[in-house]
């Protein structure tokens, strides 16, 4: 990211990013070793800058708050036994993001499609909709893959 790029970023990701109740997503593992706090701070970056590389022109706050929020469940899902997680779980974090930082109808509608295709009838339907639908699978496939070949702490 260029220079004033990442000061722009950094600055319309603060609040969110240092917001001790986003900052409990920390505690919660993504996938592998990736906390869902990391996941969605590399979805957020991912989205910024696909809208700037493709000069799509959605709002850039927005799409940064929708980035931060659409995995704000707030519980390790590996732990719940719960099959269905990938489909219902863009609507609880939608409904925890709405509770806890009264976000805009827009942001909800984005935190709530972000699971397409998987779920088929939540279309992503904005610019921004599309861009964290996107940026989510990109950052979800290098997490995975870093933890595939990142060195095991005990080789043996
Ligand atoms: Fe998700
Ligand atoms: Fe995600």
């Known amino acids: 990211m260029k220079e004033h790029e990442e000061a722009h970023f950094r600055e319309l990701s603060r609040d969110l990013a240092e917001d001790i109740r986003v900052r409990r997503m920390s505690q919660y593992i993504q996938h592998g070793s990736t906390t869902t706090y990391d996941h969605v701070l590399r979805v957020a970056r991912t989205a910024y800058r696909l809208n700037h590389i493709l000069h799509l022109k959605a709002d850039d706050?927005?799409?940064?708050?929708?980035?931060?929020?659409?995995?704000?469940?707030?519980?390790?899902?590996?732990?719940?036994?719960?099959?269905?997680?990938?489909?219902?779980?863009?609507?609880?974090?939608?409904?925890?993001?709405?509770?806890?930082?009264?976000?805009?109808?827009?942001?909800?509608?984005?935190?709530?499609?972000?699971?397409?295709?998987?779920?088929?009838?939540s279309i992503p339907l904005s610019r921004g909709g599309w861009l964290l639908t996107i940026a989510d699978k990109i950052a979800s496939a290098q997490e995975t893959v870093m933890d595939r070949i990142r060195p095991s702490a005990n080789p043996c």
């Open 61 to 121: 706050h927005s799409l940064i708050r929708a980035s931060i929020l659409h995995d704000y469940y707030l519980y390790d899902w590996h732990q719940r036994g719960d099959r269905l997680h990938g489909y219902h779980h863009a609507r609880i974090a939608a409904d925890n993001a709405l509770r806890d930082f009264a976000i805009s109808p827009a942001e909800q509608a984005m935190i709530r499609s972000h699971m397409w295709p998987l779920n088929l009838f």
